[in-house]
């Protein structure tokens, strides 16, 4: 929140200009940097728009929140009116969201999706946008949890007429979510009279911002029906003696008011997601707060899409690590830190407010937050500077707190057809593990092929999908990644091997040319024909994997060679020592080559390195093994 007072106040300071210094310097403290000119354009037009609307009305004492930033959440409600109702006397909470729209029309015949000239792409309703943010708040916040019909949702487009918005009315409107316009005032007016009171707001504001912030009893009920009836997980060996090691720490942090620390370390496929989606709907039906975490953007949408699909609510609780740094103390049950090896030394980058910058670790903020921290990991997974999440050095934040730390290792895996033989040989082919690299001895697990072009590759991926299997195509960071892609242009054509190109996967959060956006790239079938890259393809599985080694690491004579130079991953600085880049690069391609459940498809770039695999994969040339390939293929999966 950027400001908080009454609304004559308000007023006072809109007349006087002040408001708007006020909420410029509160802003760069908040946020590390200046807002944008539309920005503080937006607050001159529209905050005295809504405060002569309440002086109007007569309720000059209610107070007005501007910027209430929503808990555990980046986004922002314009205005949270905080007053008492004229019938009951309770407190009641009104979210306003502040558009300057003259006109506006439904986008294809939806009217939850709106387009305005100010934007080339289609935008929500503020109707919808307004309701969101009201369902969010009941939510997280323990005060209207309790109370939700304390809470109403309006959206007041000051500057609108009818003729301007008429097709905005179309969408459903509720007690969260009312649509309201410059030119019909009075029904705003009326609107505000019938919620709110004109005694002072100040105590339903202060009980509204003391509120205890987490999920709610009512959508934690919803997600354990959501996450245990959607999906049958079944919990094998060290996958149940760990969902049984939280759920006991758990037990005794309630029974005897202390915290502990869980940790479940293990490689790919060894289940510790389905681990972490069990937790979640076993606490949720105990009634146990809880929120899973993780540090991807495509690993966090595709649980929100997977667990959240048929409630959109439900998606609320799959936070990032970053989400957590002025979170209460012990203020969850349990934090589940999945994907923990994504953890960054902090959480503050070049936007985080002074006021943030506490010089804090984020793993030290991640324990702060709940009681029962629970970390999933594989220390082989780190792929960048700056992350931290390995077993030693959570065991030492925990030490430093004087707090309890359980490792659970998981050594079965159900990833790359459930073979321990391939993993081993992926380890110790990139020397992460001792003993030096081994020539693969088939099992009837996983397969591996090893071609002599990127063409090949896809050919053979091609074959596979025309089988039905799931196929994609990643690449080490050797090629300039183009990530502004003006509107209507194609995909640029970055991976370029001789005569071969294909672009890389969409940067970003929007589909491009039929590409999916970044965080899709690994599920929908449109991602194949973008070469993935590790930031995207880390924490997916598909059938056949296609991984393509580039000039960042070479086999030359006897051993491994990287050469950082060849690498085009701008989170290699020149600081960046020459042993973590080289930990790095060998790492990235660990993930790579661990995506596939039947088989893994690989070529170098390098000459050299091609024959060195060819030798280590014990295998004829890609021709010879097509057939014999498809033939040992297990049966199809729909």
Known sequence: ????????????????????????????????????????????????ALASALNDAGLGQ????????????SKRAD?????????TGLPSYVVVELKQWSSAEPDDGDPSLCRVDAYNRAV??????????????????????????????????????????AGLFEAEQDQHGQLFIGARRGEFIDFLRERLGPE???????????GKVGPSKQLMAVAAQEVREREQFVLLDEQKV?????????????????????????????????????????????GTTALHATGSSSFTTTMRKVAGARRREVKDLFKYFNSFMTAERNGLDVLICDEAHRMRETSANRYTSAAN???????EELIDAARVPVFLLDEHQVVRPGEMGTVAEIEAAAEKKGLRCQVVPLDSQFRCGGSDAYLRWVVRLLGLKPGGPEVWEPDDKMQLVVVDSPQEVETFLEERRARNYSARMTAGYCWRWTKQVPPGQALPTDVVIGGWERPWNVFGDRAIGGAPPAALWATDPAGFGQVGCVYTAQGFEYDWSGVIIGPDLVWRGDRWVVDRAASKDPIFKKSTPDADADRLIRNTYKVLLT???????????????????????????????SDAVLESEPGLRG
């Open 62 to 73: 209610v107070e007005m929140l501007l910027e209430y930033g929503l808990p555990l959440n």
């Open 79 to 87: 205005a949270v009116l905080a007053g008492v109702h004229p019938q």
């Open 357 to 363: 910058r506490t010089g804090k670790a984020q793993i």
């Open 200 to 210: 002072s707001g100040a105590s339903a504001a202060d009980e509204l911002l003391d």
């Open 595 to 625: 995506r596939g459940m039947i088989g893994t498809v690989l070529y170098s770039t390098d000459a050299e390195t091609r024959g060195k695999l060819r030798e280590l994969a014990g295998v004829p040339a890609p021709r010879q093994v």
């Open 242 to 286: 760990a969902y049984r090691t939280v759920l006991n720490a758990v037990r005794r942090a309630k029974r005897s008011d202390h915290k502990e620390v869980v940790v479940v370390t293990g490689g790919p496929g060894t289940g510790k997601s389905v681990i972490a989606l069990s937790l979640l709907g076993e606490l949720y039906r105990q």
């Open 124 to 165: 929500l309703n503020p109707v919808d946008q307004v309701r969101g943010y009201c369902e969010y708040l009941i939510s997280f916040n323990g005060t209207l949890a309790e109370y939700p019909e304390r809470v109403s949702g309006a959206a007041y487009l000051h500057n609108a007429t009818e003729f301007g918005v």
């Open 1 to 48: 929140m950027l400001f908080r007072d009454s609304a004559t106040a308000v007023a006072a300071e809109c007349h006087s200009g002040a408001l708007f210094f006020r909420l410029t310097e509160q802003f760069g403290r908040a946020h590390g940097h200046k807002p944008s000119a539309s920005e503080v354009r937006s607050w001159e037009r529209s905050i005295p």
